[in-house]
């Protein structure tokens, strides 16, 4: 008499998702989770708390705060102070949520004006604290328009001082500030205070003394960086030196007429220049 010999089946993954619903993504641990949600644009990843209880904290122990909305480009001209609201909203939702011990990057990104300087600084001390490596505060484009000298020249307002006294300034690596006022010698201190950073990036600033717009000189003394970049600044800026002993890559573009001053730069191999400049 035959013995009926049992097959066994073999399982496959069709099987696991159809008939035992196993979500294999969840079981994961929270490290892999979060460098799975640093590939997707943040406010999608904010939406998969909605997933399930599992993921409902995962997205806030990200290190890359991004806040550029797709839908902020389309603004014309003064940006709605119900826009401006909703901006807000974001910003604030995420950082009081964020439980991330330290930040990659924190980026901010929307037509603010001098209006919102208190929330700015708030947001800025926030990436601070969380020893963020590389910030960006970015206000363009903006729809204030004036006239100078017989230009119509789009102007950047944002009188904007960064807390330069916190010790966290030592894990900052890249600084990117752009469509915003400068005021005094607030460069001057990032760089004393910034002991690792390597590429400074000022585009479309505005350069004041102490609230009076005058001619402006400006040192860049690092020992540690290595790439910088002026462009499109407006006001006169007399005087430009830079003393950089690690800088390798150079790019001005001004308005005015400026002197530019190498003080120590023997690494400098790649400088870009355009507009009006004299050496």
């Known amino acids: 008499m035959k013995r009926k010999m049992k ?143 017989g230009y119509i020249l789009r102007w950047r307002f944002l009188f904007y001082q960064p807390v330069y006294t916190y010790k966290h300034l030592t894990y900052l690596k890249s600084l990117h500030l752009e469509a915003l006022s400068v005021v005094g010698n607030v460069i001057e201190h990032v760089l004393f205070n910034c002991l690792n950073l390597d590429r400074l990036m000022l585009r479309d600033c505005r350069f004041y003394s102490i609230g009076v717009f005058l001619e402006t000189k400006l040192v860049v003394s690092s020992l540690s960086l290595k790439h910088f970049e002026l462009s499109h600044f407006f006001g006169v800026l007399e005087s430009l030196q830079i003393s950089a002993p690690k800088l390798s890559s150079f790019i001005f573009m001004g308005w005015g007429k400026a002197v530019v001053e190498y003080i120590h730069v023997p690494a400098l191999v790649n400088v870009t220049f355009g507009y009006a400049y004299r050496l």
């Open 7 to 149: 097959r066994k089946r073999i399982t496959t993954s069709a099987d696991v998702n159809e008939g035992d619903n196993v979500d294999l993504i969840s079981g994961l641990p929270d490290d892999i989770l979060v460098y799975l949600l640093s590939f997707l644009e943040m406010k999608t990843a904010a939406r998969t708390s909605l997933l399930s209880k599992r993921w409902s904290y995962i997205w806030t122990y990200l290190v890359h705060l991004d806040f550029d909305d797709p839908g902020f480009h389309l603004i014309e001209g003064n940006p709605t102070c119900d826009q401006i609201d909703k901006y807000h909203q974001w910003v604030h939702k995420v950082i009081t949520t964020n439980r991330a011990s330290w930040l990659s990057t924190f980026r901010i990104h929307f037509p603010l004006n001098s209006l919102n300087v208190a929330d700015i600084n708030k947001w800025v001390r926030f990436a601070l604290s969380k020893d963020v490596r590389n910030l960006e505060l970015n206000l363009s484009p903006w729809g204030l328009t004036t006239e100078v000298d």
